[in-house]
């Protein structure tokens, strides 16, 4: 199924906080919200879900448009950030719930909720309770609880960010597994660039309740439309022309800003570049974050895997594909 946002405006207590937003998610697709808080995500599902309605403007599931259409009635699935199971029910009975409610018959509720927890590896926890479980192993029965009722839309509110960096990457590569078991249309809303990133199809990148850019990790990432979308993701060297010797070196003029990413500098032998002097040095593991000064006062990031020692002297250079002016 797919998702349509036409002309979206929503706003509390005066202060709009979604303004003519647009776009598509396409059936099967693992689409991603992503921009800071505040800027309207956790909102823009809210009424996809049916929770609130919007001031104008439209939603439509495939063709059917579905404003004033009941909560329950969508065919939507929500996992949210702080899990929300009964504390009270065991694993089987939180994952069961929403199949109760269905009104189906207790033979089939069993099976619909082992084979769920079966999905998600949880069908040995099926009766200890929400408290008798790790943070990782509630995030699996919320999304277990969510695909047991074959919902034709899923949708995610920062699932993951109140598990420990670990298993945020095993439960990213758990997430996309179901994913691409179940082809359940996604809609998933992070903060998190290298989460967005890593996991989706499409992104779009929203800010002060607007969408910024649309596009596949690469093009939002490589190709980013304005300043705002190239600075949220990731960091980038930034450069005026009229305020910066290396801004009108690499050609930026008056209030143009010109930038490149730490990652795409290039370090070439003494006097092939333009010379910079190490300041400090952070090891990353698999890489090194260098920060360097010009002679003109600029500085500069620069991420590799090679080790300078500080004072040292080194030469850059920049292929022009690689830079961004705004």
Same mark, same amino acid.
């Given at each position: 199924?797919?998702?349509?946002?036409?002309?979206?405006?929503?706003?509390?207590?005066?202060?709009?906080?979604?303004?003519?937003?647009?776009?598509?998610?396409?059936?099967?697709?693992?689409?991603?919200?992503?921009?800071?808080?505040?800027?309207?995500?956790?909102?823009? =599902?809210? =009424?996809?879900?049916? !929770?609130?309605?919007?001031?104008?403007?439209?939603?439509?599931?495939?063709?059917?448009?579905?404003?004033?259409?009941?909560?329950?009635?969508?065919? &939507?699935?929500?996992?949210?950030?702080?899990?929300?199971?009964?504390?009270?029910?065991?694993?089987?009975?939180?994952?069961?719930?929403?199949?109760?409610?269905?009104? @189906?018959? *207790?033979?089939?509720?069993?099976? *619909?909720?082992?084979?769920?927890?079966?999905?998600?590896?949880?069908? @040995? !926890?099926?009766?200890? &309770?929400?408290?008798?479980?790790?943070?990782?192993?509630?995030?699996?029965?919320?999304?277990?609880?969510?695909?047991?009722?074959?919902?034709?839309? @899923?949708?995610?509110?920062?699932?993951?960010?109140?598990?420990?960096?670990?298993?945020? #990457?095993?439960?990213?590569?758990?997430?996309? #597994?179901?994913?691409?078991?179940?082809?359940?249309?996604?809609?998933?809303? $992070?903060?998190?660039?290298?989460?967005?990133?890593?996991?989706?199809?499409?992104?779009?990148?929203?800010?002060?309740?607007?969408?910024?850019? =649309?596009? $596949?990790?690469?093009? =939002?990432?490589?190709?980013?439309?304005?300043?705002?979308?190239?600075? !949220?993701?990731?960091?980038?060297?930034?450069?005026?022309?009229?305020?910066?010797?290396?801004?009108?070196?690499?050609?930026?003029?008056?209030?143009?800003?010109?930038?490149?990413?730490?990652?795409?500098?290039?370090?070439?032998?003494?006097?092939?570049? !333009?010379?910079? *002097?190490?300041?400090?040095?952070?090891?990353?593991?698999?890489?090194?974050?260098?920060?360097?000064?010009?002679?003109?006062?600029?500085?500069?990031?620069? @991420?590799?895997?090679?080790?300078?020692?500080?004072?040292? $002297?080194?030469?850059?250079?920049?292929?022009?594909?690689?830079?961004?002016?705004?």
């Amino acid at each position: 199924m797919n998702l349509r946002i036409d002309q979206l405006h929503y706003s509390i207590g005066g202060n709009r906080i979604l303004n003519n937003l647009q776009l598509e998610v396409r059936s099967g697709e693992m689409f991603f919200l992503l921009g800071p808080s505040g800027c309207g995500k956790t909102s823009l =599902i809210r =009424i996809i879900a049916g !929770f609130v309605e919007p001031d104008q403007g439209e939603i439509g599931f495939g063709n059917r448009r579905m404003n004033g259409v009941s909560p329950q009635d969508r065919k &939507t699935a929500l996992v949210f950030q702080n899990y929300a199971l009964w504390p009270h029910l065991t694993v089987f009975q939180n994952v069961a719930f929403g199949l109760e409610q269905q009104k @189906l018959l *207790k033979s089939e509720i069993q099976s *619909k909720t082992v084979q769920a927890l079966k999905q998600v590896r949880m069908e @040995l !926890f099926a009766d200890r &309770t929400p408290a008798q479980l790790s943070g990782g192993q509630q995030q699996r029965v919320a999304l277990a609880r969510a695909l047991v009722v074959g919902p034709q839309l @899923l949708m995610l509110d920062e699932p993951l960010s109140n598990l420990d960096a670990r298993l945020r #990457m095993d439960m990213r590569d758990e997430i996309l #597994m179901l994913h691409q078991k179940t082809k359940v249309t996604s809609l998933y809303v $992070t903060h998190d660039q290298e989460e967005a990133l890593s996991m989706a199809d499409r992104i779009a990148v929203m800010n002060q309740g607007r969408v910024e850019q =649309i596009g $596949t990790p690469r093009e =939002i990432y490589e190709k980013p439309q304005n300043l705002f979308v190239a600075s !949220f993701m990731g960091e980038v060297n930034w450069y005026e022309g009229a305020s910066s010797a290396l801004g009108r070196l690499l050609g930026a003029g008056g209030k143009e800003k010109v930038g490149f990413r730490p990652e795409q500098v290039k370090i070439v032998g003494a006097g092939a570049g !333009f010379p910079v *002097k190490v300041e400090q040095v952070l090891y990353r593991g698999r890489e090194n974050m260098v920060y360097a000064l010009s002679a003109e006062g600029d500085r500069v990031k620069i @991420l590799t895997t090679d080790f300078f020692k500080k004072g040292e $002297t080194i030469d850059l250079d920049l292929d022009e594909k690689s830079l961004f002016r705004f």
